[in-house]
């Protein structure tokens, strides 16, 4: 079975701090993606990589940066948290197979309030 | 360019009874779609996946959803609902970068809620 890992299932940061979310998993997939879950919005695309050390942007990158020095984690930084970013954070990952069509994993989610 | 509307935020059924939550989309080429659920507090977890094969597609715990062209559905049903399938449900629809990349375009959700 794939899994998506995350590193904290909760989690409270004050304004201003930096924020790391990590995501590990366990397929050697090539594709790991970072979306925020929002009520009435459904899934919004921040930031995904494709390769070690390759980075792409999402729908919704401002405020955010990723870190991809690991074929298996793919990091989401927060450089400095607003309350606007409380949200769930889900990581995904998948294997490049026919053109369309890639199933994604995702971990569990991490919640993060911003005070 | 590629997009999903749910039609239903909120879908409310007795146990027992048929569910069925509606999904239209929009691409430029054919798609492949998926439907996707998730439990309160919980990951996505696949449903079912359509990707141009047969038009009608069986999923997980009894689902199913139909591909149809002419009307760009793909309607998520199940013939009797159980208590466990109270869920938020996703539809979603591909699109690719790059070439083989499959990145995807996710519906707002419908919240199915089932009563005894």
């Known amino acids: 079975d794939v899994k998506v890992t995350q590193s904290s299932r909760y989690l409270v940061k004050r304004t201003g701090e930096k924020v790391f979310l990590e995501c590990v998993q366990d397929m050697d997939h090539e594709n790991m993606f970072w979306y925020r879950q929002d009520p009435g919005l459904g899934l919004r695309l921040i930031y995904f990589?494709?390769?070690?050390?390759?980075?792409e942007k999402g729908d919704i990158p401002e405020g955010y940066s990723v870190s991809r020095e690991k074929k298996e984690r793919f990091s989401l930084i927060l450089e400095s948290a607003s309350t606007n970013q409380t949200s769930m954070y889900l990581c995904?990952?998948?294997?490049?197979?026919?053109?369309?069509?890639?199933?994604?994993?995702f971990g569990p989610g991490t919640r993060l309030t911003v005070l | 360019a590629q997009s999903v509307t749910q039609l239903d935020s909120h879908v409310s059924v007795s146990e027992g009874t048929p569910v069925l939550l509606r999904c239209n989309y929009s691409s430029s080429y054919s798609p492949s779609l998926f439907w996707y659920v998730q439990h309160p507090n919980k990951g996505l977890q696949l449903l079912l996946k359509y990707t141009s094969a047969a038009t009608l597609v069986k999923g997980i715990n009894g689902f199913e959803a139909e591909f149809k062209k002419s009307e760009t559905s793909f309607h998520l049903t199940k013939p009797s609902a159980h208590m466990s399938d109270a869920a938020e449900y996703f539809c979603?629809?591909?699109?690719?970068?790059?070439?083989?990349?499959?990145?995807?375009?996710f519906g707002k959700g419908t919240k199915l809620s089932v009563k005894p």
């Open positions: 990589s494709y390769d070690v050390k390759m980075k």
């Open positions: 979603v629809v591909s699109w690719n970068y790059g070439g083989s990349q499959g990145n995807l375009i």
């Open positions: 995904a990952s998948s294997y490049p197979g026919l053109a369309g069509g890639d199933e994604q994993f």
